[in-house]
Every structure is written in C-alpha cells, then in structure tokens.
Nanobody, 126 residues
Framework: QVQLVESGGGLVQAGGSLRLSCTAS????????MGWFRQAPGKEREFVAA????????NTADSVKGRFTISRDDVKNTVYLQMDSLEPKDTAVYYC???????????????????WGQGTQVTVSS
C-alpha cells in the first residue's frame, strides 16, 4: 500500500521551531517532486513549500518565506520541513504530498500531487 507518513508535529510556543519529516514507502520517491501543504480549521488546504526532483530547486509560500525550509534525502526516502520563528497563524494540520509527474518542478497546486500523507498537527501558542 502506498504510504507517506508525516511526523514531528506538536505544540510549540511562538518563536519556537519544529522539524517535520515525511517518509515514503511502497512508492517511488527518488525522481519525484515533493510538497508540503497545510490546512487550518475552517480553511482550505494551502501550499507551504515544494522541492523539485533533484533537490536543486525549491518554492516557498510568501507567508512562510524566510522562516520555513524544505529539503529532501533520497537515501532515506524522506522530505523535511524545517519551521523556525513559528507564529500562531502557522497552526494547522500539515500534509506532505508526492507529485504526479516525475522529474518535474515545484508546483504549488494541490491537483499536481496524487499521493498524500495523513497529516500531522502543528499548534503554536502565543
């Protein structure tokens, strides 16, 4: 069964840091762009960051630029999201996703991703 499993979420005070991990199993990871998205209660899922197939290019939403960093380790089949200077508005369920298309770029559109994890909760207190 295809699996993307996120971990690393939790409760943190404003200004703190968390690192999310997403490990793939039973699907091809190498060669595919990966993305992070988030969804707050009552809101639509929104793009956070994406990394291309080689790790040489990233795309980050304006709302988190300069605070969040995406990276990947193809040996471990894992994509990471380093989140620094967290703010209460960052509170959401965070999802990782694998792109539809291999050797592609850093899309911010949810429709360009066809495998999704179950999500991990991030709560930032003020």
């Amino acid at each position: 069964q295809v699996q993307l499993v996120e971990s690393g979420g939790g409760l943190v005070q404003a200004g703190g840091s968390l690192r999310l991990s997403c490990t793939a199993s039973e699907i091809t990871f190498r060669g595919y762009p990966m993305g992070w998205f988030r969804q707050a209660p009552g809101k639509e899922r929104e793009f956070v960051a994406a990394i291309n197939w080689s790790g040489g290019s990233t795309n980050t939403a304006d709302s988190v630029k300069g605070r969040f960093t995406i990276s990947r380790d193809d040996v471990k089949n894992t994509v990471y999201l380093q989140m620094d200077s967290l703010e209460p508005k960052d509170t959401a369920v965070y999802y990782c996703a694998r792109s539809l298309i291999n050797y592609g770029g850093t899309s911010s559109r949810t429709n360009d991703y066809n495998y999704w994890g179950q999500g991990t909760q991030v709560t930032v207190s003020s």
